[in-house]
C-alpha cells in the first residue's frame, strides 16, 4: 500500500545510522539498571529514592517526545536530533560530578532529551518509505538492532560498576552520545521538507490523531505492551539485588535473555509482517507476551522463585514486544502521513507515560515483605491490555471493511 503525497526524490537513510540515533536513549536508560543499588549506597538514599532515576527519566522521555514530533515537523529531523545528542552528551559528563542524589536525577532528565532519536527514527523511516509494509519491516529491523543496546548495556554497565564504579557508566554514556553527534552530522540528510509555519501550529493538529480510532488503539497496545517491560525496569534490579542476591554483573547478563527476545522478536516481525499483515502480527505478538508475563506468577503460585524463573519467562515477554511494538508504531505514524512526527511524539508520549507509572508503582510496592509479587502481578495485567488494545484495532478495522491497515480509512 503505497502513502499518498510523498515527494518523488526521497533522501535515503542508512539503517545503521538509524539505529545509532534510535539507541541512544535505549543506552542512558538502561546501563544505569545494575549501578542503582550502588548509587544509592553512594547517597544515602533507600531505593525507592533511587528508583526515581528510572521512573522520572521515563516521564520525562514522555513529556520530550510530546515536543520533539512538532519541532522535527517545524526545523526538521536533523538540527533537532543534531541538538538532542548535544545535550545528552553534557548531561552524562554533569551527572559523572552530581554531589546529590537530586542533582543527579535532574541530570537524568536533561538525558531524557536523548529520546529525541528514538521518536525521530521512526519518523525518518515514514518519511523515506513509499509503503506502509515496508515502513513496518524497516521499523522491525530499526529496532532489531536498537534491541542490541540493552542487551549489551546492562551487562556492560555491571561490570563497569563493579571494576571502576558508577560514575563510568555515564563516561560510556556520553562517548556514545558523542559517536552519534558526528554521525547525524556527517550521514543524516534531511528527510522532512514539507515544514509546517509553527510548533504551535503543529501542536494544534494533536485533535486530528485524537479523533482517530485507530490512532488511539495502536497507542494502547505500544503503551501496554511495553509498560510490562518498563515496569520490570522499575522493579527488576530491585528483585534481582535484594531479594535473589545477584551482583550488578550477574544481573546484566540475565537481563539479557531479555533484549535477546527482544531482537528474536523484531526479526520475526521484519521477516513476517508484510505475510501475516501488521494487525494479525500485533495481535500475535500480544498473546505471546501475555503468556511470558504471566509465566513468572505461574512459578511462583508453585513456590519456584529463581533467576531462571524471572527472566526466563521474561525473555519470552521481549519476543511478543518485538513482534507487537514495531507493527503498533507503524501503525501510529501512519494514521496521518503528513503528521508523522507529531504522532511519532504524540505516540511515544503516551508509551511512556504509562511505563512511568508502572515502573514507579512497582519500585514503590516492592519490600522484602511483599516479595516479587507486586511486579510481577503488574506486568501480568500490561501484557493482558494489550491483547485488548490489540484486538480493538482489529475490530475497527473490520468495522471498516478492510482486515489490515490501509492508509485512506484511518479514522
Not at 555491571?158 to 556527517?186: H, K, N, R
Amino acid at each position: 500500500m503505497t502513502y499518498p503525497g510523498l515527494p518523488s526524490a526521497i533522501p535515503k537513510a542508512r539503517i545503521t545510522t538509524l539505529v545509532l540515533i534510535a539507541s541512544a536513549s535505549s543506552l542512558a536508560t538502561n546501563i544505569i539498571l545494575p549501578s542503582l543499588p550502588s548509587m544509592a549506597h553512594h547517597y544515602e538514599v533507600d531505593y525507592v529514592t533511587i528508583q526515581l532515576l528510572v521512573s522520572v527519566y521515563l516521564a520525562a522521555t514522555a513529556f520530550i517526545q510530546l515536543v520533539v514530533g512538532p519541532l522535527s515537523d517545524r526545523f526538521g529531523r536533523r538540527p533537532v536530533l543534531l541538538g538532542a545528542m548535544l545535550v545528552l552528551v553534557l548531561s552524562s559528563v554533569a551527572a559523572i560530578y552530581a554531589p546529590t542524589a537530586e542533582a543527579l536525577l535532574v541530570c537524568r532528565v536533561l538525558q531524557a532529551v536523548s529520546a529525541t532519536g528514538m521518536v525521530l527514527a521512526r519518523a525518518v523511516v515514514r518519511d523515506t518509505v513509499t509503503n506502509f509494509e515496508d515502513a513496518a519491516s524497516k521499523i522491525s529491523y530499526v529496532t532489531m538492532g536498537m534491541a542490541v543496546t540493552p542487551m549489551v548495556g546492562p551487562i556492560i554497565g555491571g561490570y563497569l560498576d563493579e571494576i571502576y564504579g558508577w560514575e563510568s557508566t555515564f563516561i560510556l554514556t556520553a562517548g556514545f552520545g558523542l559517536v552519534t553527534l558526528a554521525v547525524v552530522f556527517f550521514d543524516l540528510a534531511e528527510t522532512h521538507t514539507a515544514r509546517t509555519k509553527s510548533v504551535l501550529a503543529q501542536m494544534k493538529t494533536y485533535p486530528e490523531l485524537f479523533r482517530s480510532r485507530r490512532f488511539w488503539g495502536y497507542s494502547a497496545t505500544a503503551a501496554f505492551s511495553s509498560g510490562s517491560f518498563l515496569a520490570f525496569l522499575g522493579g527488576g534490579p530491585f528483585v534481582s539485588t535484594e531479594l535473589l542476591g545477584m551482583s550488578p554483573s550477574t544481573y546484566g547478563l540475565y537481563f539479557g535473555l531479555l533484549s535477546l527476545g527482544y531482537v528474536a522478536g523484531n526479526y520475526v516481525s521484519g521477516r513476517f509482517s508484510r505475510l501475516t499483515g501488521v494487525n494479525r502480527m500485533m495481535l500475535w505478538g500480544s498473546v505471546i507476551g501475555f503468556v511470558g508475563a504471566t509465566l513468572p506468577l505461574v512459578f511462583l503460585g508453585f513456590g519456584v522463585f529463581t533467576a531462571l524463573s524471572m527472566f526466563g519467562p521474561v525473555a519470552v515477554l521481549g519476543i511478543g514486544n518485538g513482534m507487537t511494538l514495531p507493527n503498533a508504531n507503524a501503525g501510529m505514524v501512519s494514521v496521518r502521513p503528513h503528521l508523522a512526527g507529531s504522532a511519532a511524539g504524540l505516540g511515544g508520549t503516551l508509551n511512556l507515560a504509562c511505563g512511568a507509572v508502572l515502573a514507579f508503582v512497582a519500585g514503590a510496592l516492592l519490600t522484602h515483605e511483599t516479595g516479587p509479587l507486586p511486579l510481577f502481578l503488574i506486568m501480568a495485567v500490561s501484557a493482558a491490555a494489550t491483547i485488548g488494545s490489540s484486538a480493538y484495532v482489529i475490530r475497527v478495522a473490520r468495522e471498516l471493511g478492510d482486515p489490515d491497515i490501509t492508509p485512506g480509512d484511518l479514522l
